[in-house]
């Protein structure tokens, strides 16, 4: 997907020369099922329990700016691990709550001591501001007065999140000796950046006993009373060196606060279906969760625990999602990537004027260059992706001031794609790295051996992606109506003239009678790679395919060899490369279907799109959470069996976390005619599994809407249930 992608290929391929930034997997994420919290540039993943207990290369952690602040932080009740009874997160991810009791308890000959289950145990635990807050509250459950003895063990290692994933190290920083006060602990880390890091620890109340590592509370409980032991770690890095000290309950108010204020902004889905609007509910407390605040306005980050950073294309991919319930999500991300844009040629960074940035990291190894990801823009579809989201943001919000400042920004991405872009001045927007340290396949689908011939031959580049090409069409034609609006007719034509050339070019090119569907790519001899994949789903989005065409591609990509029942597969099975367990090559993506999903819907085919909600649908029925992970296998659907997880797929994941709001617009046809003041219906359908869908707070022009559909045989009936403002509704058959 981004930078770390899996290490094992197909086909007895030999290892990539970039396998050293891959996901190792050594440990299946999805048998561990953690617990994970996010808060700005903070994250943490916890076992049930809410212990870390991370191995140099485990996943658990407390990761603050791609360090891990803390790798150990474990709880024990009188020298034993307490029993688990339950661990959740609340609906809004505001905080993680851990319920335990304590074993049989033995005294030192071996006497029972405390019989199980008389002591309840609740760890409460939240992130807010670079920081970990946490209380733990014992209550007696005895008709006597008992004391109990917890011990607080605690590490941090400061690995960089590389060298978490399995990338090793030569040499390392130095960790300086424990600073210890009477109610906390400074743990401190200089990296051979330069760079001081520390970890700051604080409990109350005072410990019994107290050191670099280890605390110890002894509290005499009096029948049915609680006690609790408050703990806050802090991480502090160069920018950020002196402790907060606030109180657990005004962080947590804080915390609760903001959140709310953030998802406030959407739109709420309200269905007949319960499971599914557990399902919708989880999708945006975890898109809200991997917002974070930038000076240019919010970011979905890409998704925990490996890609809780800036990327471009997630981001870009998630905020056209989202545009129709939170257009704020879009404006944030289209300003912050215009601030970074590339202005200067730099190929280790793999930047070229006009670029749009792929991925930040701040860790270490960024920071030294160990990895070339510190300010990376190794991706060929970030700036189309970033032209084509202006323009559906415009359509979206009608907002000329944005757009008139994000202009010169909009023609500079375009003047790379012309200019940069074209390697070999064909007309098609291609890639190849420009360092050995950078990406050696810069489409969404970047594992090494995602792109290929038919007979399993790795292509060699520089490459024309299929979904490419339509992305470059889509910049192009939003382009045209950006310059029309801001009265720039000559380029506005101009433009026009050059998307109409590429979709010419793209239909003799790319569209294989034999495959019934595009092909996957164009290598650097333009030789087609003669492949079925998921990726001509996306020409169908942007609206470059031809009609017969498209009704051609979505017969291939609905087919038993490429619909597994939960998804279109990446690759169809039959293909050379074709693996359900591969990361690129046949396994499924909510984000991907989504977008194949409105693009099916563009074109007409609801019932498609329909198939593909239904498919994610049930899938997330059988996930943990209702969460839909960052992908998984492409294995067959069977009757009364969920989906097979992927071992290191991310979950929360934005674009994942996005996906069925996305594919539920698709189903209901629904647009947004600003000038007109009018929200649209064209068509709408809904699956089998719902029978009413209620939309609150419909966001138009300042106006508001609430609106319901109903499903009547194989209609969809529209009405307005409530309106504020100068708003109207129109449905479409």
């Known amino acids: 997907m981004d930078s770390f992608t899996e290490q094992a290929g197909t086909l007895g391929a030999p290892a990539p020369e970039d396998a050293s930034y891959g996901v190792l997997a050594r440990a299946s994420l999805q048998e561990i099922r953690n617990r994970t919290l996010k808060h700005g540039d903070t994250f943490g993943v916890f076992d049930h329990n809410g212990d870390i207990h991370a191995d140099p290369t485990g996943a658990e952690g407390l990761f603050h700016r791609d360090t891990r602040y803390l790798s150990r932080l474990t709880l024990a009740i009188n020298g034993s691990r307490p029993l688990l009874l339950s661990s959740t997160l609340r609906d809004d991810n505001a905080t993680l709550t851990c319920d335990l009791t304590n074993p049989d308890l033995f005294d030192e000959q071996g006497d029972l001591r405390l019989e199980h289950d008389l002591i309840h145990i609740r760890r409460s635990r939240f992130l807010w501001k670079a920081a970990c807050y946490e209380r733990v509250a014992v209550r007696n459950f005895l008709d006597r007065t008992v004391t109990v003895v917890l011990d607080i063990v605690f590490q941090a290692d400061f690995a960089d999140l590389f060298e978490v994933r399995g990338t090793t190290r030569k040499r390392r920083g130095k960790c300086h000796d424990p600073v210890v ?67 657990f309950f005004s962080a947590i108010r804080g915390a609760r606060r903001s959140l709310r204020r953030a998802s406030s902004r959407a739109a709420a889905i309200i269905t007949s279906n319960d499971i599914f609007n557990e399902s919708l509910r989880r999708s945006i407390s975890d898109l809200y969760m991997l917002v974070t605040d930038t000076p240019e306005g919010p970011y979905p980050y890409a998704g925990v625990p490996w890609f809780s950073t800036v990327f471009g294309r997630d981001a870009l991919i998630t905020a056209f999602e989202t545009l129709w319930i939170d257009p704020a999500l879009a404006r944030g991300v289209l300003f912050h990537l215009a601030a970074n844009q590339a202005t200067d040629l730099d190929a280790a960074a793999d930047a070229e004027p006009g670029k749009i940035l792929h991925e930040v990291r701040y860790g270490e190894m960024a920071e030294l260059g160990e990895v070339p990801f510190r300010r990376y823009y190794g991706s060929i579809d970030s700036t189309p992706l970033f032209v084509m989201l202006a323009g559906a943001y415009l359509d979206r919000t009608g907002d000329m001031e944005a757009i008139g400042a994000l202009w010169p920004h909009i023609e500079a991405g375009l003047a790379w794609i012309e200019h940069y872009g074209d390697r070999d001045g064909d007309g098609y927007l291609e890639y190849g790295r420009r360092s050995e340290q950078g990406l050696a396949n810069q489409g969404w689908k970047d594992s090494h051996d995602s792109i290929f011939h038919s007979d399993g031959t790795l292509a060699k580049g520089p490459i024309a992606l299929c979904e490419v090409q339509a992305y470059v069409y889509g910049a192009f034609m939003a382009a045209s109506a950006m310059a029309e609006r801001l009265g720039h007719a000559d380029v506005a034509e101009r433009f026009a003239r050059r998307a109409e050339s590429l979709r010419l070019a793209f239909a003799r090119d790319f569209f294989d009678p034999e495959l019934g569907s595009y092909v996957l790519a164009l290598d650097g001899d333009k030789r087609p790679c003669r492949v079925l994949s998921s990726n001509a789903g996306h020409a169908l989005w942007t609206g470059i395919a031809e009609h017969v065409h498209a009704r051609s591609v979505a017969a291939a990509l609905m087919g038993r060899a490429s619909f597994s029942g939960w998804g279109v597969r990446t690759i169809a099975a039959g293909q050379s490369r074709y693996n359900p367990m591969s990361y690129h090559n046949g396994s499924v993506w909510p984000h991907d279907n989504a977008l194949i999903a409105a693009g099916l819907a563009r074109y007409g085919l609801k019932g498609e799109a329909v198939r593909i909600l239904e498919g994610l649908f049930a899938a997330a029925s059988y996930i943990d959470l209702r969460r839909l992970p960052e992908l998984f296998c492409g294995f067959s659907r069977l009757a009364s069996h969920g989906p097979t997880f992927y071992p290191v797929a991310c979950i929360p994941q934005a674009w994942a976390a996005a996906a069925p709001l996305y594919t539920l617009q698709a189903c209901l046809g629904l647009r947004f005619d600003v000038e007109a003041g009018r929200i649209l219906f064209d068509s709408p359908m809904l699956p089998d599994f719902l029978n009413t869908v209620h939309l609150k707070r419909l966001r138009l022009n300042g106006a508001t809407a609430d609106i319901s559909l109903h499903r009547t045989g194989h209609a969809v009936v529209v009405e307005v249930e409530r309106r504020q403002g100068a708003i109207g509704v129109v449905t479409t058959t």
């Open 181 to 247: 006060g009477r109610d906390s602990v400074l743990l401190g880390y200089t990296g051979l950046d330069g760079i001081e890091r520390s970890t700051y620890l604080q409990f109350s109340p005072r410990p019994a006993v107290i050191s670099g590592g280890r605390t110890r509370f002894v509290l005499t409980l009096e029948p049915r009373k609680t006690r609790s032991v408050l703990l806050t770690v802090e991480c502090l890095d160069g920018e950020h060196r002196t402790p907060r000290r606030e109180s």
